[in-house]
């Protein structure tokens, strides 16, 4: 189910639509269980994804020398959400955004078969209250590392936090936690299918009629209600 927690902000996504682009062999997928994919941090492309900048860490270090603590708090921290929390944590993205994204659609359906799934945020909290895991949603802060600011104490700030390289994305993130289980480095989480997506969009590299078909289909196969829209991209560099 969606829980409130005091990391988790949302101001600049509040109103805008929320966007998920993919293959569509992933969105048959999701109809088919009415499961979303979470990985863990380990397994996202950003390899600095859930580490604590090293410009950080050296102020941690300097600060604990300074009040001459001895039980190494920076190293221990830094070690706990590094080796630990990492493969622990779960992450699901979406793209904040008032339109469909031309860099989205090269990015993340790059297939023939690609679509984007549309939402907002009261739906994305909605579609998640039958799961058995607690989800948390918020924005993603975006660090500069020649304006260091940081914040510790709270685990989960640091992944919401990612270098400014990645601030084109505006993501809201969902998070959740992998319980009881050390093996694990995912989990496919319960969503309300009706609740989750408002309009589906046909990738501009798709064969439009065909698809539209198809998705019409499923659609009506699912008793679902969401708008099926083709995609306004319409760029030869495709």
């Not at 189910?1 to 997928?29: C, S, T």
């Not at 859930?50 to 860490?57: E, L, N, S, V």
């Not at 604990?64 to 622990?88: M, P, S, T, W």
């Amino acid at each position: 189910m969606y829980i409130e927690h005091p990391e988790f902000i949302i101001e600049r996504a509040k109103d805008l639509p929320l966007w998920r682009y993919m293959d569509f062999w992933k969105f048959l997928k999701l109809l088919n269980s009415s499961e979303l994919y979470f990985p863990n941090v380990e397994m996202m492309g950003d390899q600095h994804e859930g580490k604590i900048p090293q410009k950080i860490f050296d102020l941690m270090l300097k600060e604990d020398e300074l009040l001459g603590r001895k039980n190494k708090f920076a190293q221990n921290y830094k070690e706990f959400i590094e080796n630990r929390l990492r493969k622990k944590t779960l992450i699901l993205s979406w793209n904040a955004n008032s339109t469909e994204s031309f860099a989205f659609w090269k990015m993340y359906a790059k297939e023939k078969l690609g679509i984007a799934i549309k939402t907002n945020l009261d739906r994305l909290k909605n579609s998640v209250k039958d799961a058995e895991e607690n989800i948390y949603i918020g924005e993603v802060r975006y660090y500069d590392d020649n304006k260091p600011t940081y914040r510790t104490g709270n685990t989960f700030y640091t992944f919401l936090t990612k270098n400014n390289y990645y601030e084109f994305e505006s993501e809201v993130r969902c998070i959740a936690q992998i319980e009881n289980d050390d093996t694990a480095t995912s989990k496919n989480i319960k969503v309300d299918l009706d609740e989750l997506i408002e309009e589906v969009y046909i990738s501009p590299f798709a064969e439009k009629s065909g698809l539209l078909e198809i998705i019409e289909f499923l659609r009506e196969k699912n008793n679902l209600g969401f708008k099926i829209c083709i995609s306004g991209v319409n760029d030869t560099w495709i």
